[in-house]
């Protein structure tokens, strides 16, 4: 049903109205993006060259190690318990 007017549609008006409006979204969106890509920069080679520089000393082994995200006292425990992490495995892992 149309909220608008209090129309009321079959389910194969439905389909076609929600293939129609389909179809405009996505027509919008490519039109949307193409004026992007229009008003956007060409990027050129020196430009993006004043990004990169080299490093005077290499990483260390400590700096290239990632480090796992870290559990809040107050965050569900990740065992899947359902409770606190404080009061689940809190104790375990010191």
Known sequence: MDTRDGLIYTPEQ????????????????????????????KPNKESEERFIKEMIIPPTKKQMERKP?????NEPCPCGSGKKFKKCCLGSIK
């Open 14 to 41: 439905m389909e076609k109205m929600k293939k129609l409006w389909a179809k405009a979204e996505d027509e919008m969106h490519k039109n949307m993006l193409d004026n992007l890509k229009a008003q956007m920069p």
């Open 69 to 73: 995200p870290r559990i809040g006292r």
